[in-house]
């Protein structure tokens, strides 16, 4: 089992920059599983924004994010990030982190795909 733990996301002005990150926790290793952030806004349905797989060597986005958001990771610290810039407020959601089913899975943008999921975080940004 992975648990996963996001940092505590925030308030922030349209047009700022935040950092999430999602550790594993309980010593277990993520450095083997391709990892996602998805976000759901109040009343949408989850949505996908980001995965990058177990070695960095590649990362998709969703069409929303792209160009304002880096996915990356850092298998030594065990740890996820995602850095937000030019945040607008459609941006604000609850964001959550989450690793692929298997490991060395390929990088993919479904919710089926992945078996590990964070409690979320709350991002909310103001115009």
């Known amino acids: 089992q992975v648990q996963l733990v996001e940092s505590e996301g925030g308030l922030v002005q349209a047009g700022g920059s935040l950092r999430l990150s999602c550790a594993a926790a309980s010593g277990r290793s993520i450095s083997t599983y391709s990892m996602a952030w998805f976000r759901q806004a109040p009343g949408k349905e989850r949505e996908f924004v980001a995965t990058i797989d177990w070695s960095s060597r590649r990362a998709l986005y969703g069409d929303s994010v792209l160009g304002r958001f880096t996915i990356s990771r850092d298998n030594a610290k065990n740890t996820l990030y995602l850095q937000m810039n030019s945040l607008k407020p459609e941006d604000t959601a609850v964001y959550y982190c989450?690793?692929?089913?298997?490991?060395?899975?390929?990088?993919?943008?479904?919710?089926?795909?992945?078996?590990?999921w964070g409690q979320g975080t709350q991002v909310t940004v103001s115009s």
């Open positions: 989450a690793a692929h089913k298997y490991p060395y899975g390929a990088v993919r943008k479904s919710l089926s795909d992945y078996a590990y």
